[in-house]
């Protein structure tokens, strides 16, 4: 059995997960593990390289070459900083369609696993509680209203000067959470023994407060 703590945060698309787990993570001084973006450089990869993404074998021989450095909050593949280009929307999209093929999940299988070191981690993304670590001491499942979650991804791309419209932003949401809904492999889903957390009308300190307040009493 592997003693070394697990914190999972899974929940979707722009529900704060990946906030939320970095300060969680810095907080207890554990490591944080950004499973999308892994299948987000995947899917920047394969458009970058004209592939279809389609193509199994192809894009997850491409899955289990990246190399990707993750440094200082930046994140550089092929010595590229691709830190900010994986975050646009259609890198997201590309990247859930990559995310329902099997051969690319298993080929990113064994480097989410590997994240798993002393004094702990703290991992987000869509199945890290209910099939990467199914044995994590404490499981969160953070979720928000799709209105909340556009408004919230408004904002962020409003900090970075892009002016989007919310209503299409909604209904990108909404496409994505079906996807990773309904897909066959690891769909969205709380792990039965997850706790579920509702950030619609919760502020960030408050929702890593939550999640702290659950480690607490888990750890003891
Ligand atoms: O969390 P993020 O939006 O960066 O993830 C991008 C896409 O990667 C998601 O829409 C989902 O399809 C996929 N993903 C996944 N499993 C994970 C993390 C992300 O399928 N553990």
């Given at each position: 059995m592997?003693?070394i703590p697990?914190?999972?945060?899974d929940?979707?698309?722009?529900?704060?997960?990946?906030?939320?787990?970095?300060r969680v993570?810095?907080?207890?001084?554990?490591?944080y593990?950004?499973?999308g973006?892994l299948?987000?450089l995947t899917a920047?990869?394969a458009?970058?390289?004209?592939l279809?993404?389609?193509?199994?074998?192809s894009?997850a021989?491409l899955?289990a070459?990246?190399?990707?450095i993750?440094?200082?909050?930046?994140i550089?593949?092929?010595g590229e900083?691709v830190t900010?280009k994986?975050r646009a929307e259609?890198?997201?999209?590309?990247?859930s369609k990559?995310?329902?093929l099997?051969?690319?999940?298993e080929?990113?299988?064994?480097v989410?696993?590997g994240a798993?070191?002393?004094?702990?981690?703290v991992?987000d993304?869509?199945?890290?509680?209910?099939?990467?670590?199914?044995?994590?001491?404490?499981?969160v499942f953070l979720?928000?209203?799709a209105e909340?979650?556009?408004q919230r991804?408004?904002n962020?791309l409003?900090?970075?000067?892009?002016?989007a419209?919310?209503?299409t932003?909604?209904?990108d949401?909404?496409?994505r959470?079906?996807?990773d809904m309904?897909?066959?492999l690891s769909p969205?889903?709380?792990a039965?023994?997850?706790?579920?957390?509702?950030?619609?009308s919760?502020t960030?300190d408050?929702?890593?407060?939550?999640?702290l307040?659950?480690?607490?009493t888990?750890?003891?």
């Open positions: 592997n003693k697990v914190i999972t945060i929940g979707p698309t722009a529900s704060g997960k990946g906030t939320v787990a970095s993570a810095q907080s207890l001084g554990f490591h593990l950004d499973s973006a299948y987000r920047y990869k458009l970058k390289n004209h279809d993404l389609a193509d199994e074998p894009v021989r899955a070459a990246l190399k990707p993750f440094k200082e909050g930046k550089i593949l092929d900083n900010d994986i259609a890198v997201g999209i590309a990247a990559v995310a329902a099997g051969a690319v999940r080929a990113l299988l064994e989410q696993k798993r070191s002393e004094p702990g981690l991992a993304g869509r199945d890290m509680g209910s099939v990467i670590f199914p044995d994590a001491t404490l499981k979720t928000a209203s909340a979650r556009a991804r408004f962020q409003k900090e970075k000067g892009i002016i419209n919310i209503d932003l909604a209904q949401l909404r496409e959470d079906r996807r309904q897909r066959a969205l889903a709380p039965p023994d997850a706790k579920i957390l509702d950030s619609s919760l960030i408050q929702t890593v407060n939550q999640v307040a659950w480690y607490k888990v750890n003891r």
